[in-house]
């Protein structure tokens, strides 16, 4: 039986030993190859596969390889290595597709698959019709395939080395979380002469030290706290399977996912002016003004990796980045999500900014307006409700909104105010509902707040959903 919740918006991901284990491995190793011979409509495949740290990718990796190579595609096992280098590995040895073995930024006992065909990854429909595929079971049989061993580590190594190039030596704290960044982060940044001060960069597919999403503050605390202890220039930290990205400032201040986004865009345009530049719902307004003010085309989008990587390949966008750290490069780069190159960048940037300028990193955005804003509030619920949930809460604020308020439908519900907005969304990833708030004031930052928990509350009641708990958010 097939648990069909795991198959999500833009990939397949769920607990291991209750909705996923080796045979599920096996069967999607046979699907995925039918689906790509038929769309590809090619004879011969090769498909590379990467796998995270977790406790059962090695296992589900074998199982995926036999299903892929039972299905008569050729295979090319790039071992354990962030998920970005699995993305690079398609350029790099011009294979069919790829497939990442990894829970991402989830718990340690959730592990799961990113897929893609061709440059570009599964997403929506497409994750669908490889779930009615596999459900329905029926295989062409076909010449089996063979696995051949290759490296991709040094390889990207060398390509993005010789590609960035630092204006100065920084001191950089690197927070791996145990996951795969520490077999390629803390090399990366000694060939490009920075002085690194690495932090949790032994493989636990444990994460024994602190969950790996750096988007959640408290997981960056140790991070926070050996930038000042170490009176480093700043700090990074990665996910688990290292597409997203977290940083501190010197000072240990949490620069969030669309101040780096204003950082990145900013260097962006002055070498690609009139650039798309895209983000999403829970960016802040800051964000896309900032785009606007230095000549770039501003573009809000949908939350997803896959999502915002197709809207960039319709668009040509330049760049595009999430708040949850999930950082896109067309301009010098491959258009996918890899937070080590965008940390690579981001020295780039900052050691460029600190050779021009008398002043400190956190000094780097001091000309943005102020204002009150909250990070991703996450609020666990149940995963067949949440989406019912937002609907009927986006309707309840859609009626109260009033005739000035600019609405946002493309993803969840955000609601634009003249001092201030909010949104509310279902997680595609996670069991949780997220939201986000931010304003001129306090006070009114409380009150678009306090309106959007309301209509969750009453949503609730509506739908027989349990009360909603806003004090055990995360």
């Known amino acids: 039986m097939i648990n069909e919740t795991i198959f999500r918006e833009y990939d397949i991901r769920g607990i291991t030993?209750?909705?996923?284990?080796?045979?599920?491995?096996?069967?999607?190793?046979?699907?995925?190859?039918?689906?790509?011979?038929?769309?590809?409509?090619?004879?011969?495949?090769t498909i590379a596969v990467g796998r995270d740290c977790r406790l059962t990718s090695d296992e589900y990796s074998a199982a995926l390889?036999?299903?892929?190579?039972?299905?008569?595609?050729?295979?090319?096992?790039?071992?354990t290595c962030p998920t970005p280098l699995t993305y690079f590995s398609v350029f790099h040895y011009e294979t069919n597709g790829a497939i990442m073995v990894t829970g991402s930024h989830n718990p340690a006992e959730y592990n799961g698959f990113k897929l893609g065909i061709g440059r570009d990854t599964l997403h929506g429909n497409q994750i669908q019709e490889l779930k009615h595929l596999m459900i329905a079971g029926k295989f062409t049989s076909r010449t089996k395939g063979v696995v051949v061993?290759?490296?991709?580590?040094?390889?990207?190594?060398?390509?993005?080395?010789?590609?960035?190039?630092?204006?100065?030596?920084?001191?950089?704290?690197?927070?791996?979380?145990?996951?795969?960044?520490?077999?390629?982060?803390?090399?990366?940044?000694?060939?490009?002469?920075?002085?690194?001060?690495?932090?949790?960069?032994?493989?636990?597919?444990?994460?024994?030290?602190?969950?790996?999403?750096?988007?959640?503050p408290k997981n960056l605390a140790a991070l926070v706290e050996s930038v000042k202890a170490n009176k480093a220039d700043?700090?990074?930290?990665?996910?688990g399977d290292?597409?997203?990205?977290?940083?501190?400032?010197?000072?240990?201040?949490?620069?969030?996912?669309?101040?780096?986004?204003?950082i990145f865009s900013r260097a962006v345009l002055k070498t690609n002016p009139g650039a798309t530049i895209i983000s999403e719902v829970k960016s802040s307004?800051?964000?896309?003004?900032?785009?606007?003010?230095?000549?770039g085309n501003a573009l809000m989008w949908k939350t997803g990796h896959s999502l915002i990587k197709s809207k960039m390949k319709e668009t040509k966008a330049a760049l595009a980045g999430e708040m949850s750290g999930h950082i896109f490069f067309a301009d010098?780069?491959?258009?996918?999500?890899?937070?080590?190159?965008?940390?690579?960048?981001?020295?780039?940037?900052?050691?460029?900014?600190?050779?021009?300028?008398?002043?400190?990193?956190?000094?780097?955005?001091?000309?943005?307006?102020?204002?009150?804003?909250?990070?991703?509030?996450?609020?666990d619920c149940e995963e067949v409700k949440k989406f019912k949930l937002i609907e009927v809460a986006s309707n309840i604020l859609q009626s109260k909104a009033g005739s000035d308020a600019k609405i946002t439908t493309i993803d969840g519900l955000r609601v634009d105010y003249s001092s201030g907005w909010g949104l509310i969304r279902a997680s595609n990833t996670q069991p949780v509902i997220v939201m986000r708030f931010e304003a001129e004031t306090k006070a009114t930052l409380d009150s678009i707040q306090g309106n959007f928990e309301s209509a969750l509350t009453e949503a609730a009641l509506k739908i027989g959903h349990e009360k909603i708990n806003f004090n055990s958010s995360h």
């Open 17 to 45: 030993g209750k909705e996923l284990n080796a045979d599920f491995a096996y069967q999607l190793g046979l699907t995925y190859a039918e689906y790509v011979f038929n769309k590809l409509a090619l004879s011969n495949l």
């Open 242 to 262: 290292s597409d997203r990205i977290g940083a501190v400032d010197e000072n240990g201040k949490i620069i969030f996912g669309d101040e780096l986004m204003i």
């Open 65 to 79: 390889i036999r299903g892929l190579t039972d299905a008569g595609v050729n295979v090319i096992d790039i071992g």
């Open 285 to 295: 307004n800051r964000l896309y003004n900032d785009i606007t003010k230095n000549g």
């Open 332 to 379: 010098r780069w491959f258009g996918f999500d890899d937070a080590i190159y965008s940390s690579a960048r981001l020295y780039e940037i900052l050691s460029d900014y600190l050779l021009n300028s008398e002043g400190t990193i956190s000094s780097i955005l001091k000309d943005l307006k102020p204002v009150m804003n909250t990070p991703e509030i996450r609020i």
């Open 149 to 216: 061993l290759k490296e991709i580590i040094n390889p990207y190594l060398d390509y993005v080395a010789n590609q960035i190039k630092p204006k100065r030596k920084l001191k950089v704290v690197l927070d791996a979380g145990n996951g795969t960044a520490a077999t390629v982060a803390p090399i990366l940044f000694q060939k490009m002469g920075a002085e690194v001060i690495p932090l949790y960069c032994e493989l636990d597919g444990r994460f024994p030290n602190h969950h790996p999403d750096p988007t959640v």
């Open 234 to 239: 700043f700090g990074v930290g990665y996910d």
